[in-house]
């Protein structure tokens, strides 16, 4: 316990202490619980932004369910911890799934600040941490060797939406409008930078505060510049209030939106009627052949539909498993594993990583159409 205070200390600044104890400490530490028996069940961590946060919970306990299901002399079990409270939650809650629960690898479906605390973490731990929520380029940025996420990060998803608005339907007047937390903001800042680097008119940017009393002043820029196109960075709760306002006073405007628009974290279905005609981010699981099934059996053991956020954490989980069943428990070999992972049946898609931990490939689009989501190339 001591020694998990000491990290946690360092990790977040609170205390200045001799890095090379620390090292050598995690050292002793790791070879202590980095092998694990064939009788002792794996286990891997799950971080969660609060505890009303199901659906990513919920598609990884399904992962595990299937995966222990399926038989072989290994056993997997799912350790989850919240990182809600007070500012370093994040760091403390890894620590204690290192060395408490002593897991394998660590899963964080969170937003990018506390992702950037478990990294942390993970990085003077030597363990992997597998980002399945987080879009945040800057993750990827620090350069750990042992970071990885599954999730298309801003820059994928900016690129999909700007190819689709400036190349594909030849729009020119285009305005972004972001929430004001730090994701949504980011994520904001890199459609604009992927836009300047393709030399298009720049969108102009906007800014929704949560108290709402902004979106007047919004609306009547957007109709005094003839907005032809809206791109949105938020989560379900600001759609909501967004996109009916936008479609009552801007009518022949089209919207589009990154994949936190589609799902937050609760135990909820998509509300797809409240984003109908718009163009978004897809997360692939709605059109693969395993991502039907695992809509249904994910509908019929929690009861309601899986989003992004659940589909990213069942295939984040099996990306776990099927290295931990190709080379055991030894925290180092699964590093290296990871660095070749080559996922083929995941529900998002073929999964593989990139030299900084990204995933590899291009982001998909969709759109919504009489309720129901389809294949943007469809259209």
């Known amino acids: 316990m001591f020694l998990s205070s000491f990290l946690i200390a360092f990790v977040t600044g609170s205390v200045i202490i001799e890095a090379q104890y620390l090292n050598h400490t995690v050292s002793q530490h790791y070879t202590a619980v980095g092998e694990k028996k064939q009788d002792e069940s794996i286990k891997i961590g799950l971080l969660i932004p609060d505890q009303e946060a199901l659906a990513a919970k919920h598609g990884a306990a399904l992962a595990i369910r299937k995966a222990n299901k ?14 809600e409270g007070l500012w370093g939650a994040g760091s403390k809650e890894s620590v204690s799934l290192v060395f408490e629960d002593e897991v394998v690898a660590i899963m964080g479906s969170l937003d990018g600040r506390n992702a950037h605390l478990a990294e942390q973490v993970a990085t003077k731990t030597r363990i992997v941490f597998l980002s399945t929520w987080a879009t945040d380029m800057t993750l990827s940025q620090a350069f750990v060797p042992w970071y990885f996420r599954c999730i298309p990060n801003d820059h994928q998803q900016a690129i ?22 730090y994701d949504s903001r980011h994520a904001a800042s890199t459609f604009v930078k992927v836009a300047n680097a393709m030399h298009v008119a720049a969108p102009r940017q906007y800014l929704y505060g949560s108290s709402g009393q902004d979106s007047r002043e919004i609306l009547t820029a957007l109709e005094k510049h003839d907005t032809e196109a809206t791109v949105l960075f938020g989560d379900p709760e600001f759609a909501s209030k967004i996109i009916p306002v936008l479609k009552q006073r801007i009518m022949n405007q089209m919207i589009f939106g990154t994949l936190a628009i589609t799902d937050g974290q609760k135990a909820t279905s998509p509300d797809w009627n409240s984003l109908e005609g718009l163009v978004l981010v897809s997360s692939g699981h709605w059109f693969t052949e395993e991502g039907i099934e695992f809509q249904e059996e994910f509908h019929e053991t929690y009861g309601y539909q899986p989003g992004a956020a659940a589909a990213y954490a069942y295939d984040g989980i099996n990306v776990i498993i099927q290295v931990v069943r190709s080379v055991g428990a030894d925290r180092d070999r699964i590093i290296e594993a990871f660095v070749e992972t080559n996922h083929k049946s995941g529900i998002t898609g073929e999964i593989q990583f990139d030299e900084n931990g990204n995933r590899s490939g291009c982001a998909g689009l969709m759109k919504i159409r009489n309720g129901i989501p389809y294949i943007i190339a469809e259209d």
């Open 160 to 181: 999909a939406l700007a190819q689709e608005i400036y190349h594909k339907r030849k729009i020119e007047n285009v305005a972004t409008i972001a929430a004001e937390n």
């Open 70 to 83: 399926a038989g072989g002399n290994l056993h997997f079990q799912l350790v989850v911890r919240s990182t």
